[in-house]
């Protein structure tokens, strides 16, 4: 399979993409699917309890759907609760009528796009309970969501078949919300790295401090330690001036 680093990428490719499968699934796969997607890496049993510890954790069940409402808090239940009632009726139409309107949606008739809108709202819910206790809070979820099916359609065009358009709907909401998540791990990512570096930087001015029985200044810190001034003062910035070792005055 390569190198280390392209057996890394590929593991991480192959977790992200039953991990879609599964939410396409209703959020379940089974270990054989698990088993037979990794086959080629060879996995030691303690290394596939980790890929299904991942898999849990990401409100994926193995062999059995997950209960929808578990990673649920208070908060976010009666939000739910509030949601579902305002929407309540919206949408109440037969097989035959979804098609029509459904049809009618694929041939651009903006009242038939509106009314498809309020069809699959009931659908968005659902879809946002996979994602729970991921970083991301359920009303920004289903917000994510309204937003992909409004913007979805009025791209019916796309497919051709209007028995496509469950499949194709859900799809553009799935790929709003991971994408959400996502943009949340990167910003708790970031926020660690810059509690890091502040800590890194007020650590060595303290250090420095006691040694010098002074404050130090930007320079001497540059000078000790062979960092660019710049993530200094990006540390300092970040801390909002308040590293207590470092003087300011210089």
Known sequence: MGTLENKEVEFAKTLEKITRNARENGN?????????????????????????DYLKKHNVG???????????SDEEKNYLDEYLESIQGLGDVTDGQKEGITISAMAGDI?????????YLKMVPDIAKMYAEQGVYLEDLIGEGNEALIKGVKMLEAIEAPSEADEFLAKLMMDAMEEAVAESLDEDARGQKAVKQVQEVADRAKEMAESL??????EEL????????????????????????IDYTE
């Not at 029985?213 to 930007?218: L, P």
């Not at 540059?222 to 070792?245: C, F, H, P, Y």
Request: zero cysteines; charged letters at 35%; aromatic letters at 6%.
């Open 62 to 72: 193995i062999g059995e759907q997950p209960d929808p409402d578990e990673y649920l």
């Open 111 to 119: 009242n038939a796009q509106n009314q498809l809108i309020e069809i």
């Open 222 to 245: 540059v000078q000790e330690t062979g960092w660019d001034e710049e993530k200094i003062l990006e540390a300092i910035r970040m801390s909002g001036n308040k590293i207590e070792d």
């Open 28 to 52: 379940v796969i089974s270990e054989d699917q698990i088993k037979e997607a990794f086959e080629e890496f060879d996995l030691a049993d303690s290394q596939l309890e980790m890929v299904y």
């Open 213 to 218: 029985r002074r404050k130090v200044t930007v």
